[in-house]
């Protein structure tokens, strides 16, 4: 591929936002930039997993200060 | 603002939601089964809080949790992962008991991002919601940039773009 090829190339892709480029003196860096909806909804999906799983783990802490508190309850009737 | 509440206690029911509101804020709810007090507990006692903030699926260790909850006390989280050590830290804006907490998220280099969560108690079950702030749009479209969420095809393809990359400045 020629480096004309290239460019057209990488520049369709980043008109697609795709990917992102710098140009630092004679080299262009591409990065993967998949700027819009699809990685929005990606970025969602993982930070709901992510407190879906904190709260799952806050499910059990708490269910055993509820129970401590149960047991705590009964010691201070005794 | 009650109607708003309701509807979000009624979607939280079981699952959660989690929400961009706008350009700079997101917000996480969800219903925990007990009340608002021992909930508030668990996100204001140290020892309770690390039992829960880090998923194990992350392989991130937590190395030391400290948290000075009130008005303007600090906390601080280290994590170490693989090599390296990560920090976040922060201080309490606003300490309410049982009912709201406020906090800054001071690690980034894009400005600071203020964390509101709030309890509500309803019949012996608390609905958390937890409203991140951004300093900028920009702040927020960078930390959703860094999670590493990155399908693998796609990583695959970022290899192959810095291979050809590579190839083309030769």
Known sequence: MTLTG???????????????????GRVRTCRLGLRGLQEEAEWIEGYRQLWSARFDELDKVVENLKRKERVDGRKKRK | MDERRESEAARAKNHGTVERRSERELVVTRTVNGPARLVFEAWTKADLFRRWWVPRSYGLTLLSCEMDVRVGGGYRLVFSHQDSTMEFFGRYLEVTPHSRLVWTNEEGDAGMTVTTVTFDEIA???????????????ALDAASGSTGAMPEALDQLDELLVSLGSTTTK
């Open chain 1, 6 to 24: 290239m460019k057209k190339h990488v520049d369709v892709l980043e008109q697609a936002g795709l990917v992102t480029t710098e140009k630092v």
């Open chain 2, 124 to 138: 012996g079950r608390t609905l958390v919601a937890v409203h991140d702030l951004y300093p900028s749009k920009e």
